[in-house]
Structures are given as structure tokens and as C-alpha cells.
């Protein structure tokens, strides 16, 4: 099958990338600049769209040779999201992952008709809480790939805790997609990780701007990785009802 990624140099982007060649997948990376595609290639994309400088149709139309997408994994939205699902194969899945760019896509629902293809909502926080079995297993197929050496998480850099700021404007920039802070030989420091961001953000002017935060975060891991998860799991219950569907209506890709 060909499965198509839109945004696929940020993190959540180069993950199904490399998730789909483990599967068997032909992958079409799609991402804004050469940089970020060249990134791509390096964790397996067989084929890469320059959506800022090409049209993506004309593109999809000649890497498959006209028999379209069978699969698309969208944490994305906006104007790209209707370009992808015209040009989806017959019975393909339309995966709907976020919405980073902002914009929630309305979509025209003849499109899936005469597609014959299906939009299937990927909620993995929901899914989780409402099948845990379900979630447990598939983490055990996704470690024994990392345990294989064909998942590799891209680290763009790693900077000292006093260089916080840089590392945060790294992100606001487009540059990475994930902040991680870690404590290591070297003292406490940032990994950053992923190929591009979408959503603006501030100017981190400097350390002290940004200390508080990174503490907060690093605490708030250290606590979560102290409990009993499982525990924790059952305590909140399967979500059903309690409200929490109603603040999750616009999740954004992370």
C-alpha cells in the first residue's frame, strides 16, 4: 500500500514515516522546505512532495501512477487535508491525527463517497482509557520495532539547561518539533527533536524567562514516571461521560 504523511518532519510526521516502511508501507513524505524532506529521506520516506513549491496532486498522481493514496496520515489540517483526501484510492483510510496548521478542514462529504474510502478519527488518548489491552499491545509491537533499530528518533540537538531559550526558539522557529529535558553526565540539559513545528510561537528572550517552565515540566515527568500508570489509568476510568470528550473537540497534533 502507499500511504501518504502530511507534516511529516515533525515528530508524530517522521514516527508514521518510519512506522509505515516497518509495515511494508511505500511512503510519500510531505513537509515545506528540502531540508526537511532530505530529513525524511534519511528515516526512509521512498518519495517526498515539497508541498511549498509543488503541486502535491500532480505529485501523488505521478508517484503512484494514478492508483492514488491508500492510506493518509494527517496531523496537520487546513488546505492540505481536502488536496490529500482527493486523491485517495479507491477503499483507501484517511487517518485524522490534529490540526497543527490551525484551521479544522471542512470537508465535502461526496468526496468520500465517491472515493469509497473512509475518515477514521486517531484519538490515542481516548483509545487508551476506553481499550487498555488494546493500547498495551500495540506499544509492545512499537518498542520490538525500536528494538529492531527501525524506529529512530531524530534528535536535532541538545542544549545545557541555560540554553533553554535557544532551544524553545528552535521550535518557534520551525526548526524541531519536541523539547525533552533530560538529566544526564553532563547535568541537566534539552534534547530537541522532530523536523519542523507548525504553530507560531513567542520569542524565548532568555534563561530566566524560560527556567521556571523547564523546571515545572522536568518535575511534572519525574512524577509521572514515579506512579503506577496502570493505577492511574483505573482511577480516571474510560473518560465516558465525565465531560472530557467535550474539552477534547479540537486536538491539536503535539
Known amino acids: 500500500e502507499t500511504l501518504l504523511v502530511l507534516g511529516a518532519s515533525g515528530g508524530v510526521g517522521l514516527a508514521a514515516v518510519e512506522i509505515g516502511k516497518a509495515l511494508g508501507a511505500k511512503v510519500i513524505a510531505c513537509a515545506s522546505s528540502e531540508e526537511k524532506l532530505a530529513v525524511c529521506r534519511e528515516h526512509g520516506a521512498d518519495a517526498t512532495i515539497n508541498y511549498a513549491t509543488e503541486d502535491m496532486r500532480a505529485r501523488v498522481k505521478e508517484i503512484t501512477k494514478g492508483k492514488g493514496l491508500d492510506v493518509v496520515y494527517d496531523p496537520v489540517g487546513g488546505d492540505y487535508s481536502e488536496l490529500a483526501l482527493r486523491d485517495m484510492a479507491w477503499g483507501g483510510r484517511f487517518l485524522v491525527i490534529g490540526f497543527a496548521a490551525g484551521p479544522i478542514p471542512k470537508i465535502s462529504l461526496n468526496l468520500p463517497l465517491i472515493k469509497g474510502c473512509s475518515i477514521v478519527g486517531v484519538w490515542v488518548g ?24 527501525k524506529l529512530k528518533p531524530h534528535v536535532w540537538g541538545t542544549y545545557p539547561l541555560e540554553k533553554a531559550a535557544d532551544a524553545l526558539n528552535a521550535i518557534a522557529a520551525r526548526k524541531v518539533a519536541a523539547i525533552f529535558p533530560n538529566q544526564g553526565d553532563r547535568g541537566t540539559h534539552i ?34 514516571c514515579g506512579r503506577d500508570l496502570h493505577q492511574r489509568s483505573k482511577d480516571h476510568g474510560d473518560g465516558a461521560g465525565d465531560g472530557r470528550e467535550e474539552e477534547h473537540r479540537n486536538p491539536r497534533a503535539g
Open 126 to 149: 481516548a483509545m487508551s482509557k476506553r481499550n487498555p489491552e488494546k493500547r498495551r499491545a500495540m506499544s509492545a509491537e512499537i518498542w520490538k520495532l525500536y528494538a529492531a533499530g
Open 191 to 224: 534534547n530537541i527533536s522532530g523536523g519542523g513545528a507548525t504553530n507560531p510561537m513567542p520569542r524565548f528572550a532568555s534563561y530566566a524567562a524560560t527556567k521556571a517552565a523547564v523546571v515545572r515540566l522536568t518535575e511534572t515527568l519525574a512524577a509521572l
